[in-house]
């Protein structure tokens, strides 16, 4: 920029309520489709829990996911007991337990494997033995570190602190802190 250029007023941009922006998950440390699209049918799940099963459908339209995506995902939760399916006219999927005793970190394994920043970090001993320099890698101490600060807070909420009880607003819990809700 020269002495004598001047900036021009830009009008800030506007997001649509769908728009959705370009970062995801392009960090260090991220989740992938699975985990994001995971989590939110869970949730919804979670919100239905107590009146039957929810269709696929319903859910997909809700959260504006694809069915074809989801059937997929729901298989990985199903295999690992997190949910269970009615088939039928009135079938479809619900919790195999309360919100309360689900806990994020085990959907998350169920959908992504071990959480882990390296393979050399993870808390999964078969993929631990992945790398050749474990012995002798001095830089191991900050990924065990990071997987630790990440399943600490996974494991630390359930389903349910994510599910709103109908009727009540939402509450600011201190582990939320910074946290950009739109429930």
């Known amino acids: ?31 992938s489709t699975k985990g994001e699209y ?13 009146s039957g099963p929810a269709s696929l459908a319903e859910i997909a339209a809700e959260e504006d996911l694809p069915r074809a995506y989801l059937e997929q995902l729901v298989t990985s939760l199903r295999a690992a007991g997190l949910v269970v399916s009615t088939r039928g006219a009135r079938g479809g999927y619900e919790l195999s337990r309360p919100p309360l005793d689900i806990g994020m970190g085990e959907i998350l394994r169920a959908l992504e494997g071990p959480i882990a920043p ?14 050749d320099r474990s012995a002798r890698c001095t830089v ?44």
């Open 1 to 31: 920029m020269t002495r004598n250029s001047t900036l021009l007023p830009t009008a800030p941009a506007t997001l649509t309520p769908t728009h959705r922006p370009a970062f995801h998950g392009t960090g260090a440390i991220a989740f």
């Open 38 to 50: 995971g989590v939110r049918l869970m949730v919804q799940l979670g919100r239905h829990y107590g």
């Open 118 to 131: 390296m393979f050399c970090a993870s808390d999964d001993p078969e993929h631990a033995v992945t790398c």
């Open 140 to 183: 191991n101490v900050l990924w065990v570190r990071v997987r630790d600060a990440v399943t600490s807070a996974v494991d630390s909420m359930t389903l349910a602190d994510l599910v709103p009880i109908p009727g009540t607003p939402a509450v600011a819990t201190p582990a939320l802190t910074g946290a950009v809700t739109t429930s």
